[in-house]
């Protein structure tokens, strides 16, 4: 099977940028997870861009695989060399109740 290395890079702050290497067929659900579990798991909302930060390339379905996203190549040649994609990403915070404004 043919792979790809992942670069996953967090907008305005380069501390959190690694690479992965996947299969073409991943899934972005996968890609979300590690993101996710590389921050604690404590992100809810992550958003993922495809290449840019722009709101074209916004990726909203989880399910399409890195292949489809990027248009990799399918054929056997592929599966010799290795590509190299960029997703950013970006969270919340997750929300907290202040222990000031429950006590009170």
């Not at 099977?1 to 501390?15: D, E, F, R, W």
């Not at 592929?78 to 997750?94: C, N």
Request: glycine content about 4%.
């Amino acid at each position: 099977m043919s792979k790809v290395v992942v670069a996953q890079k967090m907008v305005g702050n380069n501390l959190f940028d690694c690479e992965l290497e996947l299969f073409h067929s991943t899934q972005l659900y996968h890609v979300r997870e590690k993101i996710r579990a590389r921050h604690g798991g404590t992100p809810v909302d992550i958003r993922m861009w495809k290449s840019k930060v722009e709101p074209l390339n916004i990726i909203r379905d989880m399910r399409i695989t890195i292949r489809d996203l990027f248009g990799l190549p399918k054929s056997s040649e592929a599966s010799e060399m290795v590509s190299k994609v960029t997703i950013f990403y970006d969270f919340s915070p997750p929300p907290m109740k202040s222990v000031l404004i429950t006590k009170c």
